[in-house]
């Protein structure tokens, strides 16, 4: 029996990887269609940091933080996207979570410029709003995979 659990536990990281990815592609699809991140994909994100639950990761929560206190300071972010990167500091802990967060607001920073070039090829002017859900996800999920 306790052969069967030790080789079960080395499964929960695959599991909680799969759980992780497709509530954040889900996030993502919502975000892009309706402009909203369900509290229930939010939850269903913390629900899956407890597949491999260590304490050290509660820290994960502190880079909601940051988008905490943009928002307030600056408008322009709702409070799914802090929600999600909270829940998702729970699977990721902080280190993690704030690689996610550089590599998810790099990868908007490209997609603005490259949307920005563009429109004035085309002779318009570029969004200045976009979903920030697809480049958080974009984030975590390769802060979770790579590092």
């Keep these: 029996m306790g052969a069967n659990l030790d080789a079960l536990s080395h499964l929960a990281p695959y599991v909680q990887g799969g759980f ?3 509530l954040l592609l889900a996030a993502s699809v919502s975000d892009i269609r309706m402009k909203i991140i369900p509290d229930g994909v939010c939850l269903g994100v913390a629900l899956t940091g407890m597949l491999t ?4 990761k509660l820290a994960g929560i502190l880079a909601a933080a940051l988008f905490l206190i943009t928002a307030l300071l600056f408008g322009g972010m709702d ?3 802090i929600k ?3 829940a998702s500091g729970l699977v990721l802990g902080f280190s993690k979570s704030m690689a996610a967060t550089v590599i998810g607001l790099t990868a908007l920073l490209v997609f603005h410029g490259g949307n920005h070039i563009i429109q004035k090829l085309r002779g318009r002017t570029a969004g200045k709003a976009y979903p920030l859900a697809p480049f958080l996800s974009l984030g975590c999920i390769a802060a979770y995979f790579i590092f």
């Design 84 to 86: 999600l990167m909270a």
């Design 53 to 56: 639950f260590e304490p050290v």
């Design 79 to 81: 409070g799914g996207d």
């Design 20 to 22: 992780f990815v497709a």
